[in-house]
């Protein structure tokens, strides 16, 4: 019975993860189109700063949650700490977002025009910080419709807002930002409606217990403080990227073109696969976490085996598809073979992204918050004074270098403290050698089909 809800919950992530990645690559076709490369890398600049909003709200409050209601701790108190504690961070984040906007558009992303955008963003962080609160709980009762649902109803709404504000507001951006703010109330709205539903059908549980802030704080402190610091090296290093290329000769609308053509484009098309693990990762903190509550190390090992195996071998053929058709992903997509050419350099960083999602997702369950949040805060500066110094010299390659040897880095690392934890031994065979092989196999068949279909040979 176990088995079969968590093998419908993991479908369900994986239709509704495919679902959002796909309307949101079709969503960014849309985007670029309206306001061009360089537009995109404004776009990803003012995003990266939300982010440290979104991250001090949210980070570490929604994973307290699903482990209190795992572990069975999971009271209506704890709950409501949690919402009061990620509100007030939210609240804090949306003022300081809002009326720093100027300073924050002019001094750090380094146009004016990003002001309002910033301002409009403000409004929609309470909302997420009740979503993330109230997400944790349905993830730890093992329900994934409700977060899925929310999270589709959110890219609907936001698509569909955007569309009707281009044309009423004269700025993309800001018709953008607010389609945003929108979609995140509309989505709060559901979450809240559910949960209230499920508690008054499931009630909470009656368990006495001791110590529950200091138990959120223990959860989520190291994971909030990480993630926010992480987040603040990640907003200086998305800064950074276009001041470097600058310098290094590229212009100022060809610096944001070529940031933007990397993350904008080029990233999500990298992470778009990772769908399919993505509810692996999110749904192996509860297992985890139950697991590791009840000293099940079995288990844990088993599962920690599994997920390995099938991640490693998943994502090797990922890559070998990438690389094969990234120059028709490029011009499908974004009408670019630069896209192609960049997506083809970077495809071997695919399984390092991959192992390193999931996991990260498995430390969490482990209460091992405080090591990959050690491993994540060295790789972000490690990354931050490599952009500095080599981007200025050697422009978007640099980047490209930089981003394989952090992960690398951050993945080598986690890996390494999950085997201890767990005491799983590597099997070499099964994790590296079979999926590589069967991922050049692949390679060599999707090459001779492509020449057939374009040679007739």
Known sequence: MKKRVFYANAAILTIGSVILRLSNIWFRVLICGKIGAAGMGLYQLIF?????????????????????????????????????????????????????????????????SATMPLRLLAPGLPFIAVCSCLKGYFLAIRNTIVPVGGEILEQIVAIFASLILFGRISSPLSALMLGSTISEVSSCAYIVLLYLAFVRKRGFSNKKVNGIFRSILHIAAPVLFGSFFRSLLNSTENILIPRGL?????????????????????????????????????????????????GERAAIQKAAERAFRFTLFFSFLVTSVLIVFAGDFGMLFYGSSEVGNILRVMAPIVPLMYVDSVVDGMLKGLDQQLYSLKYNFSDSVMRVILIAVFIPFFGIRAYMVILFMSEIYNAALSINRLLKVTAVEVDVVGWIITPAVCAALLYYVLLLIKKIILFGI
């Open 48 to 112: 990266s700063v939300f982010i440290l909003g979104i991250t001090l709200c949210t980070s570490g409050v929604g994973l307290a949650v699903t482990r209190l209601v795992a572990e069975g701790r999971g009271t209506r108190g704890a709950i409501r700490r949690c919402l009061v504690f990620a509100l007030a961070l939210s609240f804090a984040a949306g003022a300081a977002l809002f009326f720093f906007a100027d300073f924050i558009s002019v001094k750090f992303i380094g146009d004016p």
């Open 246 to 294: 600058r310098k290094h000769g590229a212009g100022e609308k060809g610096a944001l073109s070529q940031y933007g053509m990397m993350q904008g484009m080029v990233m999500p098309i990298l992470y778009f696969p990772s769908a399919f693990l993505s509810a692996l990762s999110m749904l192996l903190i509860p297992e985890m976490a139950e697991a590791n509550a009840r």
